[in-house]
């Protein structure tokens, strides 16, 4: 299942859907003219199925995204899921039951302060690691479902509420240095739910050897204070459609890393060849419980896991996402088979006159 | 976990690193981005003119977009400084490598 955080009804949802695009229209009306920085709607449309331990579930999701520039720099984002889950009913009876459930994953305003310093307000993306930022979004990950231990370090919600420093620390031709560093504050509100927590990231690129290091560090300020550490290799070789990703994070009653490889062969035709668009991946995941006290949503036992995946690349912004895991654990192992269509859209927020 | 899932993984880790060295990369051009296909770091496809050598806008795209994620198959240029703003947030991008990417976007390479 898609990482997003499900916690809205739907009134709660549409009214503030509602307000936000109020107050960006009139933030934004009549300025946009020709210029290259008019509003934009993008996000993913898709279809998953999952079959896990021989129940079929299904689930149609949209995750749109707004971004908005206001000025020369300022920026207000949000990003939104919504989705109906079908499942196969309990205790044996007949057909399928289904909910509805509808979030605002963020929404954060970005102030360019300087060349290197960019200030994040509201409720943004806990900077841990690297799924939770960069690979959650469905038309991004190359399975459906995120890794074991990507609850590790997000505070449970995924977000936080409050502010964010981040941006390039050094930028050079053989390597650059980015950081992002945030303080949240505890929130009850029903719509951005978020933990007492403070921490950031770290991360060297080197260009060169296309190698990306990057380290993790956050720590929840609220009931039981604790740590979570985590680290992370990218690494995709130059002129190769190879990449290979991983991450370790260590939270205080659990651990996990989580490896992935996909490829997509040049060699017969390129990318776009219909060979090409074909991408096999393949993920490596465990995870260990250090204690048995259980509130990080990681497996209540150690646990290993194969993923095994399929995907397709079609013309127009249309993936097929397909995949086989066997996952190992005392309780007992079993097979998830998952199947999926996504479909990326990204145009702008309204008609208007290109230069 | 079963020995044979994890060398099975491990064979196909080893067989993606072989291809992926067996088979190199075109030379790109610089190109529009609304007219370019990319997967990964090194491919381009494109069908507009310019000097052969790439600039340094396509240096950042290639080293900076393409590690996340495929880029759309085109999009209106009315929405690229959003597209590119958005993304120096997320990516953490220098205003420079913001600049390169806009002017490289726009065909200026």
Redesign the interface.
Known sequence: MPHCRLRLPLANAARTARQIAVVLTILCAGR?G???????LSGGVGFFTSTNGGNTTYQPIIEPLL???IGQHL?I?SRAALLETYAPRSNGLPGYDHTFFGAVTYLQG?A?LT??V?L?AGSFLIPFGTYN???SPI??SNFQDGPLISSLGIMSTGTGVGGML???AI?RQKY?I???AYFSTRSGNEQFNSERSSGGRA?L?L?EQ?L?IGFSYDRLLQDTHENFYGAHV?W?????????RSEFARGHHAQGYWIE???????FG???SFIGRF??V?R?Q?TFRRDTIVSDGLPLVNT???D?GLDY?L???TRIITSYA?Q?SSTGDRNVWETGIVY?F???AWK?K?? | MSVKYLLSGFVVLAATCGFSKAAPQPKAQPTSATQTATHSSGKQTTASQGSVHPDDGQRVFEQNCSRCHTTPDGFSPRITGTVLRHMRVRASLSQHDEQELLRFMNGGG
Do not use: C
Not at chain 1, 34 to 40: K, M, R
Not at chain 1, 236 to 244: I, N, S, V
Not at chain 1, 261 to 267: E, G, L, N, P, V
């Open positions: 946009y020709g210029a290259q920085d008019t509003p934009l971004a908005a520039p920026l984002e970005d360019i060349p290197h960019t994040v930022e960069r690979l038309w991004i981040r941006g390039s930028s650059s980015d950081y992002a991360s690129y260009p296309r990306e990218w995709e070789p130059k002129d190769t459609a190879f990449r290979l490889a996909d490829y997509r062969t040049q060699a390129g990318l776009d991408e096999p393949f490596m465990q290993q896991r194969a095994f690349n013309p127009h912004n066997r190992f990326r990204l145009f702008p208007g290109s230069q």
